[in-house]
C-alpha cells in the first residue's frame, strides 16, 4: 500500500505507481509530495545539502513483517521542470522519480554500486513502457 501525503494542488495518478511498487515489494511506503521549498529542508536537515533536489527517500531499517519500507519525498516542482525539459507528461515523470525513489529504499545506490540501480530502473522503464529520459540523464 501506498500512503500519500500531498501537500501540493497537483492530482497525482497513483496507479502505474501501485503496480510498480507490488511489482517490488510488498512493504507499505510513505509517499509525501512537495514543493521545492519542502524538499529542501528535508535535504538540509537529513543531508545537510541546502538546495532543493528532485526525490529523496528514507528507508526504515525495522525488520519485523509489518515494518512499511520507508517513505519516499517528490518535489512537484522538479516533476514540472524535467516533463517539459524532456517532453514527457507530469505522470510520466513523476512515476521516473518514483522508481528512482523506490530502489533507494530497496538498498539500491548509484552512487556506489555498479550500475545495478541504473540497470534495474532500465528494467522498470522498459517493463512499464516509460520514456528513457531517466536512463539517458543518469548514464
Known sequence: MIDID??????????????ITDSLTNKDIELLVVK???????NKVHRNIDKATDV???????????APLGSIVISTDFVEEKAKEYGHSFDEEFTLLFIHGILHLLG??????????????????????????LIVRNS
Request: aromatic share 10%; no cysteine.
Open 36 to 42: 521545492n521549498d519542502e524538499i529542501q529542508a528535508l
Open 56 to 66: 529523496l527517500s528514507f528507508p526504515l531499517d525495522y525488520d519485523f513483517p509489518d
Open 108 to 133: 539500491y545506490d548509484h552512487e556506489v554500486d555498479n550500475g545495478e540501480h541504473r540497470n534495474k530502473e532500465e528494467e522498470l522503464i522498459k517493463e512499464f513502457n516509460l520514456p528513457n529520459s
Open 6 to 19: 500531498n501537500s501540493t494542488e497537483f492530482e497525482i495518478n497513483i496507479s502505474t505507481i501501485e503496480k
